[in-house]
């Protein structure tokens, strides 16, 4: 089968790309399909990259919001036209798109919608402001989108629930999950017993990761243990604020912002750390976490849909509620002063990922989707 992915995730830089589409596209591959991935280049030209064997379209961008996503979309469509004569189905990958111009079939898979994205965000400041603007601008575009492809994809049962609000039935919305590459990501005795002891967080700084309650539950963390600093991966629009908020909490020196990390230094970091966190309030499901998981690290999350698909408290993790700084700092000094605890945990999910979360799956569940796309194409 010939398939193209259409998504805006892939960071526009050389070997910058969608965690997530990048693992499912090498899936596909070893299953002897071919795919190319379209996605947001730069201003100027269209490029092509070769990552791995997959074929990555660059089509220029041009930053002029609330345009860009339009814009985007006259360049895409060009590319499509050229392209669509070989290829059999698209693969279309929030966060916005639009829809495409093309008679091939298409499927969507829905990460994060919108809508609950934007109610997330409580500050006010620029950033906040404007996405709150945006979801106004662009909710029609991506509603209409859902309701005009079939079959649309999530990754959890819980994010298909949410899609109510777009007058989708969830039964009717096919569940794709997410994996791990469980021979990459394993478990290194450094993982329980590093020279150093340090707290990870990796993913998107954003508001719905709940960063903030982090920096606020790292102040009981670091008083009771003042060694223990975190490793914060990941780039995004609280980059800056985050910085501030930790030096004025006098947590300069606990906290350590790395940006962007090559997936291959990522790797160690997870090896190494003692503790993963991610205390969102709103997720699909993170790969960072399975990833964690499957490096045989203790993990603390919050109570929310996508995690409790996964997090069993006390058992492959412990679960906290949202928006409770004071509960995740006893969460986090309980596996910090209890080894044994560590181990339980980090191999109770280690197992479960090897058992639950692969990518063969994932590119199986996929390929049902293009078949019934497909099939109804004939119908």
């Not at 791990?180 to 990501?185: Q, T």
Request: proline share 6%; with cysteine.
């Amino acid at each position: 089968m010939r398939i193209s992915i259409l998504t805006s995730d892939f960071p526009p830089k050389p070997g910058g790309i969608s965690n997530y589409v990048f693992n499912l596209s090498l899936a596909l591959m070893k299953k002897g399909h071919k795919v190319t991935v379209i996605s947001r280049g730069f201003m100027k030209n269209y490029q092509v990259e070769n990552i791995e064997g997959l074929s990555v379209y660059r089509v220029p961008f041009i930053p002029i919001y609330p345009l860009h996503v339009h814009l985007h979309s006259i360049f895409v469509n060009k590319l499509i036209r050229r392209l669509e004569k070989n290829l059999d189905i698209m693969h279309l990958h929030t966060p916005i798109c639009q829809m495409p111009d093309t008679e091939l079939p298409l499927i969507l898979t829905v990460h994060t919608p919108l809508l609950v994205d934007s109610r997330l965000v409580e500050r006010l400041d620029p950033y906040s402001i404007s996405l709150k603007i945006f979801t106004r601008f662009f909710f029609a575009t991506e509603r209409k989108l859902m309701q005009t492809v079939n079959p649309i994809t999530t990754l959890t049962k819980s994010t298909s629930e949410q899609l109510r609000e777009y007058g989708l039935n969830p039964e009717h919305i096919y569940v794709l999950g997410s994996g791990v590459d469980n021979v990459l990501f394993r478990i290194k005795r450094s993982t329980l017993h590093s020279s150093e002891t340090y707290i990870l967080y990796t993913g998107r700084l954003t508001y719905r990761k709940g960063l903030f309650d982090l920096l606020e539950s790292a102040k009981y963390v670091t008083k009771e243990r003042p060694e223990v600093y975190y490793v914060l991966s990941g780039k995004g629009p609280l980059l800056s604020p985050l910085m501030h908020k930790a030096k004025k909490l006098g947590l300069g020196g606990s906290f350590r912002f790395l940006g962007h990390v090559p997936r291959s230094a990522l790797l160690n970091y997870y090896k190494n750390a003692t503790v993963f966190i991610l205390p969102s309030y709103q997720e699909g499901l993170p790969i960072s976490l399975l990833e964690a998981m499957a490096c045989g690290l203790p993990v603390v999350v919050t109570r929310i849909g996508a995690f409790l698909e996964i997090i069993e408290d006390r058992v492959t993790g412990i679960v906290v509620p949202p928006r409770s700084p004071k509960e995740l700092a006893n969460a986090t000094l309980l596996l910090l002063n209890d080894p044994d605890l560590r181990y339980k945990l980090g191999h109770s999910a280690r197992r479960l990922v090897r058992r639950e979360f692969n990518w063969d799956a994932v590119a199986e569940r996929a390929v049902r989707c293009y078949e019934l796309a497909l099939n109804q194409r004939v119908d």
